[in-house]
């Protein structure tokens, strides 16, 4: 997955309804190319289909955590976009204090977060980063 499919996930993340011509102007790209890009996302299975994610769907990922994430000068907008294109990303918060951004993240096992970690400190303009896992939920309100 090249520079472009992350920015067409990222895209595709903020707005899934978006139209080809729409993600095409957003992208810098012609209609077909998108049209050819999600495609091959589908069929590669990097794109698993278009839908609604709520915050209980959370639970079909059981393995969940928050990254703390450190850059470097005035990347963050870079660092951000290629932090929505992965798909165990759901979603990426802007902060202040010791942490640039923080990424909540969502995998099936322990392995593939390792995995989500290593990409993400692989990334260029991070410098450090801290994960911790979510270990239990409890919803606002309910006791």
């Known amino acids: 997955m090249d520079d472009t499919d992350q920015r067409l996930i990222a895209e595709l993340r903020r707005d899934g309804r978006a139209a080809l011509s729409e993600l ?7 209609r ?17 289909g278009f839908t609604v994610l709520t915050r209980s769907d959370v639970t079909a990922a059981p ?41 909540e993240l969502a995998t099936q096992t322990l392995l593939e977060l390792d995995e989500v970690i290593y990409r993400i400190r692989s990334i260029e303009g991070v410098v450090t980063s801290e994960t911790n896992l979510l270990l239990s939920t409890r919803k606002a309100g309910r006791k």
């Open 32 to 48: 077909a190319t998108v049209r050819s890009r999600m495609e091959r996302l589908t069929e590669r299975g990097e794109i698993a």
């Open 63 to 103: 393995v969940r955590g928050l990254i703390m994430i450190g850059i470097e000068g005035k990347g963050g907008e870079k660092v951000m976009a290629r932090l929505a294109g992965i798909p165990a990303v759901l979603a990426v918060h802007s902060t202040n204090g010791k942490w640039d951004l923080i990424a």
């Open 24 to 30: 095409a102007d957003r992208l810098g790209l012609s």
